[in-house]
């Protein structure tokens, strides 16, 4: 059982960063992938980024491309996501997940609030 713990949300104005973090524990060397998600008030949980675990390879939404930054740290199953030139739109929770099944993520985080002020 894979446990994630998000931290590093916060209200922010418009224009400025914010780095989250996500820890795993627990079951992390089946990790295959390691994503980004959001959930914004009234709207479904959508997906932002996600990094592959071995490979290091990244994929991001559309709209936060060239402004989010996923990373890993592989030494202590750490998932991070650097958030630039943050907007109002951004808003939402975002939760951290793993998939250590092909095709689906399969733990979830509980998420952390972040709010972009205009």
């Known amino acids: 059982q894979v446990q994630l713990v998000e931290s590093g949300g916060g209200l922010v104005q418009a224009g400025s960063s914010l780095r989250l973090s996500c820890a795993a524990s627990g079951g992390t060397l089946s990790t295959l992938l390691m994503g980004w998600f959001r959930q914004a008030p009234g709207k479904e949980r959508e997906f932002v980024a996600t990094?592959?675990?071995?490979?290091?390879?990244?994929y991001y939404k559309d709209s936060v491309k060239g402004r989010f930054t996923i990373s890993r740290d592989n030494s202590d199953y750490t998932v991070y996501l650097e958030m630039n030139s943050l907007k109002p739109e951004d808003t939402a929770v975002y939760y951290c997940a793993t998939s250590t099944v092909q095709g689906r993520y399969n733990f979830w985080g509980r998420g952390t609030q972040v709010t972009v002020s205009s």
């Open positions: 990094i592959n675990w071995s490979t290091g390879g990244t």
